[in-house]
């Protein structure tokens, strides 16, 4: 009788080590087979942007960013997308922000059907758009360039 109720428990205990593993990779969005490819696209920058930051494509999210590198110049952002989401030539790819607290995303508009399939295995070049942190630094030196050009007026009167 005693032999049974340690099997339980050590059945009890190991299942429940596995739910938790289990639930652990679940909620970390892991899965065995992903259908999901690459995509490799350079901004001129990837300020904001993070690891893991979600992807739309046609303002649905169909992936995230996997990397953000340097190289040559620019910034080297590789994305996983869901096979679901096809992309044709002509296909354009922007950081772009949503929330007043200047959150980054990747917005790609997918191109024209009509166009052909896109080479994904070729990087695309994509823009960055300014956010409100970057337009208020933008706006903050043209406003110093203001006072120092009204100051300079007021002394030539």
Do not use: C
Not at 38 to 48: E, Y
Not at 77 to 96: D, H, M
Not at 117 to 136: N, Q
Request: no cysteine; aromatic share 8%; charged share 20%.
């Amino acid at each position: 009788m005693k032999r049974y109720s340690e099997l339980a428990v050590g059945i009890t205990v190991i299942l429940a080590l596995i739910i938790l593993f289990g639930g652990l990779l679940w909620f970390k969005g892991y899965a065995i087979r992903r259908d999901t490819y690459d995509l490799t696209v350079f901004f001129p920058q990837a300020s904001g942007l993070a690891k893991g930051d979600p992807v739309e494509v046609a303002g649905v999210v169909q992936g995230s960013v996997d990397d953000i590198a340097y190289e040559k110049g620019r910034a080297r952002v590789g994305i996983k997308l869901s096979r679901n989401a096809e992309l044709y030539n002509g296909t354009a790819a922007v950081i772009a922000n949503y929330g007043i607290m200047g959150q980054k995303f990747v917005a790609m508009d997918p191109g024209q059907p009509g166009l052909g399939k896109l080479d994904v295995t070729k990087p695309l070049v994509g823009r960055f758009d300014p956010g409100m942190g970057e337009m208020m630094t933008t706006m903050g030196g043209s406003l110093a360039r203001s006072d120092t050009l009204l100051t300079r007026i007021n002394h030539m009167l």
